[in-house]
C-alpha cells in the first residue's frame, strides 16, 4: 500500500511568488494535517482536515490556505512568499479527525525562497 | 515557555546503554502523547503513542507518562548506532499535534 504521497519533493521559489503543495494520505484515511519544519525545530501546525472540512488552523498568516478534496487530497497554498517561508512542509494522514493513534508523514516539499 | 518542551541534547550514549529521554508540557487537556523519531534529512515516525498514566512497553521502547507532573518520557534500551536520529515529543489536544524542538541522540559503537 502506498503511504502519504507529496509533491513536489524540492521547490525553488522567488520571493512574492505563489506555490502549491500537493498531499495524498494513506488510502482509508479522511484526516489530512500540514506542519512547517524549520531546520532545527519541531514541525508547527498549520492546518487539519477532516471530510474536507477545516477542523483546526495554527499561528500562521492568511498567505496560507489549504483545502481537502473528494477523494481525501489535499493543497496548501502559499501566497507572497517571504524568505522566511523557506522550511520542509509536511503532511500527515490519521484515519480519525481527531488524531488519536499518531500521524503518518509524507516525505515532504522542501521549499526554498530566494 | 512553549507548550511542549524537550532538551535538545545532544545526548550521547554507549552501545547497549539505555537512552532516556524526556518531554513536558503545558495543557492540562491533552490526550495522547506521541514520540516520533527523525533522522536526519527525513520525515518523522511515529515510534510509541501512549494515553494512560504508567508505562507502555514496545521492544527495546518504553513510554512512560505521568498526567499529575505532565511528564512523558521515551526509554529505549539496548541502544544502538541505528537510533542516533533526532526524537521528537508530541501532544495529542482535539485533534492538533503540538511537537516539540526533539532531542538529538547519538549512540557510539
Redo the contacts between chains.
Sequence with gaps: DAGVTQSPTHLIKTRGQQVTLRCSPISGHK?V?W?QQVL??????IF?Y?EKEE??R?NFPDRFSARQFPNYSSELNVNALLLGDSA?Y?C?SSLS????????????TRLTVV | QKE?EQNSGPLSVPEGAIASLNCTYSDRGS??F?W?RQYSG?????IM?I?SNGDKEDGRFTAQLNKASQYVSLLIRDSQPSDSATY?C?V?V?????????TTLTVKP
Design positions: 484526516s494535517s506542519y532545527g525545530q519541531g514541525p508547527q501546525f487539519q477532516y477542523r483546526g495554527g520542509l509536511l500527515a479527525g481527531q488524531g488519536n493513534y499518531g500521524y503518518t508523514f509524507g516525505s515532504g | 511542549v490526550q495522547s506521541f516520533y527525513k520525515s518523522p515516525e511515529l503513542f494515553y521528537l508530541a495529542n482535539r485533534g492538533k499535534s503540538t511537537f516539540g524542538d526533539g
